[in-house]
C-alpha cells in the first residue's frame, strides 16, 4: 500500500519536496499531502519587491493547482495547528490528517530578541500580505505628513537589521521613496531611510568585497547605515538605540532574526537554537525518524564544515530533495542520503536592477549584471518547478 | 495709482475672481496679489475620485503659474493666519500684506457638531491630501484585515453625510472596493460601504427622481445607506447610531457638515451660521464694504427667493466673478452689481461614468449620459480658467 506523505507548507522547500515525489515515486508508492495556508506558492525571494508595489501578487506567487498535478498532489488549504508525532497525527484548523512520514517545511517567524515593545510596534517581512502591509503603511505615513506637516517623523522609514532581507529592503526603500516624493509633493531631503544592524557589519556572513560594494551603493542610493548598534526599546514613532540616539519614525520594519514556527516549537521536537529542531544529516527529526524537518525551521549543519547553515531558499530547496529522496529510499528499504547542503552563490539585490553577487569562490559581480544574475536564478527557478510554460506566464504578463 | 486687490485662497471662487480682474482690469486700475497655501489650484469637485486613486496629482489640480500670468497677478504661497480688517491687513505665517481689497475664498472646514470624539476618529475630503489619506488608509486597513482576519471591521468603510459629497464618494468607494478586494485577495462580500445620514432622505436639496435614481444606483453598487439616523459618539473603528446600532469599522469619513474657513470666525467678521460670515447683496462684509466674502465662507442667500445658497462651485464661481466686478465698479466709481446666484444645474456622479443630474427645471438624466454632462462641465472648467491649452493637456495626459 502506499505510504501517506504529508508535507506542511508550500514554500521553497515544501515545493521542491512534493515535486520530487511527485516525479519520481509512483501512485503505488505514496500518496502526497501538501497543506498550506494558502492555495499558493510565494516567491519569498522577491517579496522586498512587493514591499513597495513593484510587483503585482502574480508575479510574486503561483497558484498550487499550476504547478501540481492534482490527481496526484493532494491540497489542503488549512493552517496546521499542532504536530503529534507520537501519534503520527497533524492538528489543522479544520480538521486532522495522519501520515507514514512527515515533512515540516513551515515558514519561520520573526525573533525579537525581547527587545521591549518591538513586536507591538514593528511590521515583518514575511509574507505577499505582511508586504502589502508595508507599503500601504508608509504611503499612509507619508501622506499623513502631507496632512500634518509638523510629523517630521512620518517620512522616515527604520529598517531593524542589517542582513540579507534587512538589505535588499533597504535597498528597495530608498528607490522608492524618489517615486514617492513625487507622488506625495515632498522635498527629498525630508525623508530617510535609516538601517541599524547590531553587528559590526552589514550582510555578515558574506565576502568582504561583496559588503564593500553593497555599503557603496546604499550610500549613494541615501540610505543611512548604522552597525555595531542595537535596538533597546521601541515605542510608538520612536527607536532607541544603544548609542543613547532616538530615531523618531513613522515606519519601522524588523528583519533582525528569525526563529522557527511555533509549530514546531510547541509539538515537542528536541531544539537547537530559536526553536529550530534538531536533525540528523538524513533530516530526519532526531527523536522521530518518519518526521523529517527541512528549511528554516531544522538546525543544519554542513556535515563537511560544521557551519549552521542559514535560512535561505537554496538550503531549503536542497532539504526539500533530500527529503523526498529518503522518503523513498526508507520506503524501498535503500539507504538514505546524506545531506551536503552546498551554496551555490549569493546574490543580493539593491533595488533596481542593480545587486551585489557571487558565485562559487571565484565569480564576483556586482550593478548591473548581478541584477540580471539575480532574475536569472528567479528564472531557472520558475523553470524549475513550472517548466517553460511558467516562465514565460510570468515574464510575459 | 493701481488699487491692490487682495485674493485669499485659490479655489474656484478665487480663482475665478483673480482671472477677472486679470481680463478686465489695467494695470493702471488694479495690482492683484492671489495668496494661496499651495502653487496650484486643486479641482474639489473632482477630488473623491482622487480619494480612491483615479486620479493622478496632475489630473486634479493645475499649477497657478500656468492658469495666471505672473506678472499681472502676482502669487504668494503662504498660509494666512488672520484678517485684520480695521487696518486692511493680512497676517500670513511669512508675512504681512495690505490691501484696498479684499476677496475671502478661504476653503471651508469640516463642521463636527460637537459629535464626541468624531473629530479625533474620522477622515475628511477636503483636498488632494486629505483624499490620498482616505486612499492609503483603506488599502492599509485591507492590508492589516489580510495580516489579522479575525479584524473584520477593518473591511468596513463608513461614510457620515449623505449630501452631495458623501454621495459622491459612496458610489466611488463602492466601485474601488471591486478592484481592492482583487488586489488584496479578499472575498467581496466580508467589505462593506455603509452611508449614514441623520436627515430623512439622501442629498436632501436635490430633486426627488434624482433622489430616487441615485438610491437605485447606489444600492445596485451594494452601499448600504441609512437615513433617519445621526451619529451618537465616535471612538476607534466604532460608531455608535442613534437607532442604537453599533457599527465596528476600520476607516470613518465625515462629509456631514462644512462651516467656514476659521480664519474668518476669528477675524471679527459678523457671522451667521457655522461661521459664514454675513455679506450684503453686493457680497461685501456687512460691517467692511471694502471686504468681499465669497463661496463657502459667506452667509448668502437668493435676492430673488431668500434661499441659503449652498456650499457650491458654481456659488463660488459666480461669487468670484461679482466680486471681481463690484472691486472694478467701486474703484471706478460706477454701480454695484448685485449678486444674483444661478443654478445652472446638478450633476452628482455616482462612482465610474454614472451619474444623475438636472439641469434647468426640465433637463433630467441619469446613467452614463449623465457622466459625461459631469465630465463635460469639468472640460468647460478647464477651458474657462486655461483655454484649448489646459482642456487638452488635461486630457491628453
Known sequence: MAKRVVILGAGYGGVKCAQTLERKSSRDETEIILVNKHDYHQFIAQIHESAVGLRDNEDIRVSLAEIFDETRVRIIKDIVLHILPKENKILLEQGTVTYDYLVVALGSEPEYFNIPGIERHS??????????????????????????PLKREFLTIVVGGAGFTGIELAGELADWVHELVKEFDLPENLVSVINI???STILKEYDRQLIENAYHVLREKGVRIVTDTSIEE?????????SGEVIKTGT??????????????????????????R???YLQAVDYPNVYIIGDNAFITDPATGDVMGPTAQVAIQGGYIAAHNIMADARGDDLKVFYPRELGRVVSLGRN???GQIGKK???????????????????LYSIGGVKLVTKKLLK
Do not use: D, P
Open 234 to 242: 521601541v515605542t510608538e514613532n520612536r527607536i532607541e538605540l544603544s
Open 252 to 277: 519601522f520594519i524588523w528583519t533582525g532574526g528569525i526563529r522557527a514556527n511555533r509549530v514546531v516549537a510547541r509539538s515537542g521536537f528536541t531544539s537547537a537554537v530559536r526553536g529550530r529542531a
Open 197 to 199: 544592524e547590531a553587528a
Open 279 to 281: 536533525v540528523n544529516k
Open 123 to 148: 511590521l515583518t517581512l514575511r509574507s505577499l500580505n505582511s508586504a502589502k502591509l508595508i507599503r500601504t503603511h508608509i504611503e499612509n505615513r507619508f501622506a499623513a505628513f502631507k496632512a500634518n
Open 354 to 356: 542593480v545587486a551585489v
Open 363 to 381: 565569480f564576483k559581480s556586482k550593478g548591473r549584471v548581478a541584477g540580471l544574475l539575480k532574475q536569472a536564478i528567479q528564472w531557472k527557478y
